[in-house]
């Protein structure tokens, strides 16, 4: 670096720049971003040119969102940095590759529900294990994170039971969802969205009932919900407390899984199987499951930093001095 003093200003200055606090949300507001036209072209193009193409056109219009999105930007940088402790060199680099992998998976997500699905290959971790809890038809719950395309294991899950329901908030743009629908066709999941009057509550003891699978997302929370502090990735953190209180209460398999995108459009399927112990109370059993998960979720993000997209602030505090 000393025989380029030029870049060296350069990746100093940029890192200032991305260190730098924007406003940003400190809460989540569960809206999903993006355009229909967005949708339109990047479908359009996968018909048209291919997957590949697709990929590297990603690949090359990212340092448009990197300019022009600097809360987005700013936050996943100082994540690199402040989580894990890269240099400001590799922290901008990690941060292009995260944008780079988002836009692959959201390729993915379109392509794989449209016939393109053995274009992909697929590797698991405790399989196994996790085929014999689904071989018993007792239902279980699944607790995933916005880490590589969750999305993807509906499918997967699909080929054991037909009952999946995914619990998440339904506030993608109906215009984007209805035409995303029309192309990708009726999911294989069942989307249980959550509500102000709690009507989701019913809807998942039913299906845990007719021992039908539960998916949730354990890494987001709205602000007003209850949440359990953690650290997490040496540093405080809110995490929904939710999905661990219904896991708690339900006495099915609790099963940890993240499907994280590999070179060679390959997802590997990391499944943590939870101890419960049900001798302890209820409130002690939440305890136990969210330590585990966070536990399960360090795992994969320290090997698979780029993967992680919660793009607002999700530590509690940033103590850190950057230099």
Known sequence: MQKFPHLKIFINTFSDIL??????????DGVTKGSLWGHRFFIWLIKRSGLSFAYG??????????????RTS???YRYFRK??????????????????????ILIDKTAIP???????????????????????????IFISAHVGNWDVAGHLF?????????????????RIKKYLESVTGEKSYKIIALKDDMSHTFEIG????????????????????????????????????GPFQIAAHAQVPVVFFFAVRKPGRTYRFCFYIAHVDQNMTKREITESLASQYVCS???????????????????????????
């Open 19 to 28: 260190t730098k606090k924007h406003r940003s949300k400190k809460d989540w």
């Open 57 to 70: 056109f990603a690949g090359v219009v990212i340092g448009y969102y990197i300019i022009f999105s600097p």
């Open 74 to 76: 700013s936050m996943i």
């Open 83 to 104: 989580r894990h402790l890269f240099s400001r060199w590799k922290s901008m680099r990690m941060t292009y590759r995260n944008y780079h992998c988002f836009a692959k």
């Open 114 to 140: 449209t016939g393109m699905g053995n274009k992909f290959s697929y590797q698991f971790e405790n399989h196994d294990e996790v085929t014999h809890l689904l071989g018993q038809k007792q239902g279980c």
């Open 158 to 174: 699909g080929k054991h039971n037909t009952h999946v329901n995914i619990v998440m908030l339904d506030a993608e743009h109906q």
């Open 206 to 241: 039913k299906a845990l009932i007719n021992k039908e699978y539960i998916c949730f997302q354990g890494d987001r929370h709205m602000k007003g919900t209850t949440t359990l502090n953690r650290t997490f990735l040496g540093a405080p953190a809110s995490f929904p407390a």
């Open 297 to 323: 979720l360090e795992q994969v993000l320290r090997r698979y930093p780029e993967q992680w997209f919660n793009y607002y602030e999700f530590w509690d505090k940033e103590q850190e001095n950057l230099s």
